[in-house]
């Protein structure tokens, strides 16, 4: 088992940034790849960004290429999603997630999902 807890959701204006951060528990973080995800109102979840277990390959979603980067440190358990140049449509509950596969848009899905952590972006 893999426990995953992420933290650094908020309120932010439009153009500003947050950065969120999961730290991981359990079993060894850095077998896992790991990933993000967001459910917007009314939306389905969807794949924001995945990292490799190495951290040597990332993947994002069109929507935040250019504005979003994940990275992790595996010496501390934690996978983070620096976002920048936020706008209103990426107001969405956040989830982090970890697969012994690849997470990418396309992959199947992660094996343990965090609680999720709410970001705001006002206009």
């Known amino acids: 088992q893999v426990q995953l807890v992420e933290s650094g959701g908020g309120l932010v204006e439009a153009g500003g940034s947050l950065k969120l951060s999961c730290a991981a528990s359990g079993r060894t973080f850095s077998r896992y790849a790991m990933g993000w995800f967001r459910q917007r109102p009314g939306k389905e979840r969807e794949f924001v960004a995945g990292?490799?277990?190495?951290?040597?390959?990332?993947y994002y979603a069109d929507s935040v290429k250019g504005r979003f980067t994940i990275s992790r440190d595996n010496a501390k358990n934690t996978v983070y999603l620096q976002m920048n140049s936020l706008k209103p449509e990426d107001t969405a509950v956040y989830y982090c997630?970890?697969?012994?596969?690849?997470?990418?848009?396309?992959?199947?899905?992660?094996?343990?999902w965090g609680q999720g952590t709410q970001v705001t972006v006002s206009s």
């Open positions: 990292i490799t277990w190495s951290g040597d390959w990332t």
């Open positions: 997630a970890a697969s012994e596969s690849v997470v990418t848009a396309g992959s199947r899905p992660p094996d343990y």
